[in-house]
């Protein structure tokens, strides 16, 4: 079986028609956790838990007794169901990652095996999983399916934040709803939380962007999108605000700066593009945008019309000298940083 979508398990759960194994990871670590617990709710009736469930930690695996767990008869039920969270194939021996892959490939008929990944990054930071974990992946994905829950799109993330509002008994606009995706980031676990706390305050009304912008606490990415704006604009009183919002948040000055600096960069990028003559689109492709951060590429475009090549440039220069000083110099970060935010606002 190749790759699962969320429509896929959904259907899974509602037909109880399972797969033998699960491999469940990505970025939307609130998806991870929700999906695993509602499919073990589905596979192991209240009470049951002592018989027919098995949880492993990956940090303390023990081969051994997941091979006996695996090959247990589920008692009064249907089936078995074996959970292993946070499992780095990496730090398997051969032998061990090989008797595992067996194990996988060959599970009885009554056991549903899952491995989730809430706390373990799986592609150590990069595009794709690393070598044992993609062993790992490909093996359940021939007995079973892999989901990876990667970080929706606002868009998306709206229609869901619509009807979770209004399930308690709040309501929310599609552009505020949007709003509240962007402002957590995308995470749906940021978001769920936010919802929880918002929908408290409204007792019932509507929850609107001014609410959310009083009560939600803005993401670093947030903010640094609009830090940059206002460097782009020259805007010292903006750019100067923001710079001690985020200090507020004991935010480290070095993420700050790498913050800001991504931001600059679609920015520079949108108006290199409208300069020659490109769409959104264009520069979406081209730089290879994941769709739950496509979002910034159109806002980009949005806000950069009337800003200068010439002074992105020295932005982009001036956040290049601050990130070597930080990274060579003794003097403070944070000294450094508001000497940066200085000379881009002149």
């Known amino acids: 079986m190749a790759e699962l979508t969320e429509s896929a398990l959904k259907t899974a759960l509602k037909s109880g028609q399972f797969e033998r194994v699960y491999y469940f990871y990505g970025k939307d670590i609130a998806a991870v956790e929700s999906y695993t617990k509602k499919f073990i709710s589905k596979l192991v009736k209240k009470g049951d838990e002592a018989c027919n469930l098995h949880a492993f930690d990956g940090k303390n695996f023990s081969i051994d007794a997941f091979a006996d767990a695996c090959e247990f008869l589920p008692v009064f039920a249907d089936y078995v169901c074996c959970t292993v969270s946070d499992l780095n ?64 799109t606002p868009y998306a993330l709206g229609k869901e934040i619509m009807a979770r509002v209004s399930k308690e008994g709040c309501g929310i606009s599609k552009q505020a709803a949007e709003f509240l995706a962007v402002q957590c980031s995308c995470n749906t676990m940021l978001i769920e939380n936010e919802i929880q706390k918002l929908t408290s305050y409204a007792q019932g009304n509507e929850i609107t962007i001014d609410i959310i912008k009083e009560l939600s606490p803005r993401q670093i990415e947030t903010t640094s999108f609009d830090l940059a704006k206002a460097l782009c604009r020259m805007d010292k009183k903006t750019a100067m605000s923001l710079l001690n919002d985020l200090a507020a948040e004991h935010i480290e000055p070095i993420a700050i700066l790498y913050a800001v600096t991504g931001n600059m960069v679609d920015l520079y990028r949108a108006r290199a593009a409208l300069a020659g003559g490109k769409a959104p689109e264009n520069v979406k492709e081209d730089f290879g945008y994941a769709k739950n951060i496509q979002f910034r590429v159109d806002n980009a475009f949005r806000d950069i019309r009337n800003i200068s090549l010439s002074h992105l440039r020295s932005c982009m220069r001036v956040l290049a000298d601050t990130d070597a000083a930080m990274k060579s110099s003794k003097t403070d970060s944070r000294i450094l940083l508001e000497e940066a935010v200085v000379k881009m606002l002149t």
């Open 89 to 152: 194939a990496e730090s398997l021996n051969a032998d061990t990652l090989k008797q595992l892959t067996e194990i996988v490939s060959d599970l009885p008929e009554t056991t549903v095996l899952i491995f989730y990944y809430t706390s373990v990054d799986v592609t150590d930071g990069k595009k794709y999983p690393t070598a044992k974990n993609k062993k790992l992946m490909d093996a359940v994905s021939k007995a079973g399916g892999v989901c990876n829950f990667g970080l929706k």
